[in-house]
Nanobody, 134 residues
Framework: QVRLVESGGGSVQVGESLRLSCVVS????????VAWFRQAPGKEREGVAT????????YYGDSVKGRFTISQERSRNVVHLQMNSLKPEDTAVYYC???????????????????????????WGQGLQVTVSS
């Protein structure tokens, strides 16, 4: 049974940092796409960043490029999302998700498509709140 357990959320001030972590279990970790999504109140869920666990490939949504970094600890089956220079618009529920891939028919990437990270990832965590106050 696939299980994704997120941790690290909380409340911070503008400009501060947070690191989210997602422990992946129940799948062969070495050959999966693991992504972070977020959903702010009244807005659609959006893909933030994704990583292919079998290699270095990563992808970031435009709104977080240069501020967020996705990484992994393969020995612990953990994917991290380091979030720096946080803004109030980063306030959202953040979800970890995993998919065997490829996630798109396009050749954009194994873990993302032409329009970013699709919402069709197979497995999802419970989500955790990140609040950024000004």
């Amino acid at each position: 049974q696939v299980r994704l357990v997120e941790s690290g959320g909380g409340s911070v001030q503008v400009g501060e940092s947070l690191r989210l972590s997602c422990v992946v279990s129940g799948v062969p970790y070495e050959d999966y796409c693991v992504a972070w999504f977020r959903q702010a109140p009244g807005k659609e869920r959006e893909g933030v960043a994704t990583i292919y666990t079998g290699g270095p490939a990563t992808y970031y949504g435009d709104s977080v490029k240069g501020r967020f970094t996705i990484s992994q600890e393969r020995s612990r089956n953990v994917v991290h999302l380091q979030m720096n220079s946080l803004k109030p618009e980063d306030t959202a529920v953040y979800y970890c998700a995993a998919d065997k891939g490829p996630v798109s028919r396009s050749r954009a990437g194994y873990c993302w498509g032409d329009s970013g990270i699709p919402l069709t990832y197979q497995h999802w965590g419970q989500g955790l709140q990140v609040t950024v106050s000004s």
